[in-house]
């Protein structure tokens, strides 16, 4: 029986521990597994953890020196694990965190198109005028201008909920691959969806047209019907839109430019070893000998640089001894080729050698961390014990240059090598512009020594990036954000100064009378638009920085908040706004006067 499509448990088959073989490791506080519990109705999950750990630290009390620290049991509801958890590594499980970034954007593009229709509405409220006034002559009430308005209204968001639909059935695909999701069309006809829907439509319709029906039905009919009508006061409402719509549109945007450069630093920093043309090959249970053996064949071809074998996975624990404290590491089985295969430098000490027998069973290299968490002066010489070794003496006899072993998102930590222990994966350099060569006489070989496996292959660069997985689509969804928002924001900036150069026609053809010249009449056109948008950038810019310093704060390397990052962006919101107010401006300015100033 397979799991059903969508479920966050996916396998091929299901084996029980008592079919794997006895070299498995299986103790009891490994971290290499996720237990399933069911509890009894109304158990307290707190209570239980509470006991689980208490227990953890008394039956390790003899063998770390802070239990409670290094081994902690953490309870999830299973219905939490696919949004609010990082336990499960499938790739199925997603983060709650995109639904929020997804329904902000959402929200924010949404309000930025209400804004557009109310100072729209409004603006366009002067050739409505004598409308509304034969209206109230005929007979009509605010009530009845009111629901007029408001029917407009919402016959506008009915038109526009049923383009969307069309929409996002034209669009799935595109957002599918965005969100890395199989979403259908189906899934949207769900009960609390369509409700829903029908309290956004509501609020969408209210939004946008309740201010404008107030407006626009409180016309005085004698002043607009004798063409004396004006919109009274300096509209501070409609600026105060222009102002919020593009410090909106702004703050994406800078945010899209943080995102972006730290992504360049998370995956163009230099990790301290070489990363390229290094291909991992997994093969669980493999043992030196057996090693050796494949090594010596794949480098029968002069295209494989090296050869080297690694532990599958990853494994860590404590020691016992170590001057100070006790030191939890990251640690690696390797063999003798692995530091300079992936060119990671010894600073002290030497590599292990197969001159040297011991270092099979009782040597050990170390970082930069682990020596500063083990307070060591003269490391090389030092000896410990690993937790779980049987109390095995091992002695340094190497220190490496710290290097990024994990990704950027986390601190480097204390790293500790030997070769005492299993392996299960070969990492196997290329020369460069070999790959599809190269990748077939791995692949020849390995099905030779291994016919029951299956084969696979991932490049080391490859498995890097893909750790920042979660930064680049968070790239992708602000960038896919800051371009709807400025785009919907420049549709209403043309649509007001379209309506801005059509009430100042006649004051333009004066002008020009005057000898303004065209440039002068783009500017006077376009700088109060223009200071609008300034007014945004100052206000996005302190938000953003605000915003944009709290999320850096979850990486331990992260770029440095600089000027030339909101002077670009700054620039960049300018060129936007100024480019689509002078269309229309140069356009006006251009238009020959005499017709402008016939009818007076």
Not at 395 to 419: E, R, W
Not at 481 to 488: P, Q
Not at 489 to 510: P, W, Y
Not at 512 to 532: E, H, N, P, R
Request: charged share 15%.
């Amino acid at each position: 029986m397979l799991p059903e499509q969508g479920s966050l448990l996916q396998f091929d088959f299901v084996a029980s521990f008592s079919s794997l073989d006895a070299s498995r490791e299986q103790i009891w506080w490994s971290a290499n597994y996720h237990t399933f519990v069911l509890l009894q109705s109304g158990a307290s999950v707190s209570l239980i953890a509470d006991k689980t750990n208490a227990l953890v630290k008394k039956e390790l009390a003899s063998e770390l020196t802070n239990p409670h620290d290094y081994v902690r049991y953490q309870f999830m509801p299973l219905t939490d694990i696919y949004l609010r958890s990082e336990m499960n590594e499938s790739e199925t499980v997603s983060s709650i965190s995109y639904i929020y970034g997804f329904g902000a954007i959402a929200g924010l593009i949404l309000l930025i198109a209400c804004i557009n229709f109310v100072n729209l509405t409004i603006a366009r409220s002067v050739k409505r005028a004598k409308e509304i006034g034969i209206r109230k002559v005929m007979g009509s009430d605010r009530k009845q201008l009111i629901v007029q308005f408001l029917g407009e209204s919402f016959f506008l968001c009915t038109v526009a909920f049923a383009l969307a639909i069309v929409l996002v059935q034209l669009l799935l695909p595109l957002f599918n691959e965005l969100a890395n999701k199989a979403l259908a069309i189906s899934y949207l006809f769900d009960a609390k969806l369509i409700a829903g829907y029908i309290a956004l439509y509501i609020i969408t319709g209210l939004l946008a047209g309740f201010y404008p029906a107030l407006v626009l039905s409180g016309y005085n009919p004698v002043q607009t019907l004798y063409s004396r009508f004006q919109i009274a006061g300096k509209n501070y409402l409609q600026k105060s839109l222009v102002v919020l719509q593009f410090t909106l549109a702004s703050f994406l945007i800078i945010a899209a430019y943080t995102i972006y450069a730290q992504f360049n630093l998370l995956t163009k920093t230099n990790l301290g070893y070489d990363d390229n043309n290094l291909v991992i090959v997994n093969k669980n249970g493999l043992k030196p000998t057996d090693a050796a053996v494949f090594k010596n064949e794949l480098l029968k071809n002069p295209n494989i640089a090296g050869v080297s074998v690694k532990n599958a996975g990853e494994w860590g624990t404590g020691t016992k001894n170590a001057v100070g404290s006790t030191v939890y590491f990251a640690g690696e089985t390797v063999d003798e080729n692995y530091l300079p295969l992936l060119k990671i430098p010894l600073i002290a000490g030497r590599n292990f050698s197969t001159a040297f027998p011991a270092d099979s069973t009782q040597s050990i290299i170390v970082n930069e961390s682990f020596v500063k968490a083990a307070k060591w002066k003269n490391p090389v010489g030092e000896t410990l014990q690993i937790l779980g070794s049987s109390n095995e003496t091992y002695h340094v006899i190497g220190v490496v240059k710290d290097y990024h072993f994990a990704s950027l998102t986390k601190k480097i930590t204390p790293q500790l090598f030997n070769m005492n222990g299993s392996y299960g994966s070969y990492y196997i350099r290329i020369k460069p512009n070999t790959a599809a060569s190269s990748l077939k006489w791995i692949q020849k070989i390995y099905q030779q020594f291994y016919p029951m496996n299956p084969y696979a292959y991932v490049f080391k660069n490859d498995k890097n990036r893909k750790q920042y997985a979660d930064v680049e689509k968070w790239k992708q969804i602000i960038l896919f954000g800051a371009i709807l928002t400025i785009f919907i924001s420049c549709i209403g900036l043309f649509g007001l100064s379209v309506l801005s150069a059509e009430k100042r026609t006649k004051e333009i053809g004066i002008r020009k009378v005057l000898g303004a010249s065209v440039q002068q009449i783009v500017t006077t056109l376009s700088t109060d638009f223009i200071k609008l948008v300034a007014i945004a950038l100052i206000i996005a810019t302190p938000l953003v920085y605000i915003a944009a310093n709290k999320w850096l704060q979850n990486y331990p390397y992260r770029i440095e908040m600089s000027w030339w990052l909101f002077a670009s962006a700054g620039i960049l919101v300018m060129l936007i706004a100024l480019f689509t107010i002078s269309f229309q401006s140069i356009k006006a300015a251009v238009a020959n006067p005499i017709k402008s100033l016939r009818t007076e």
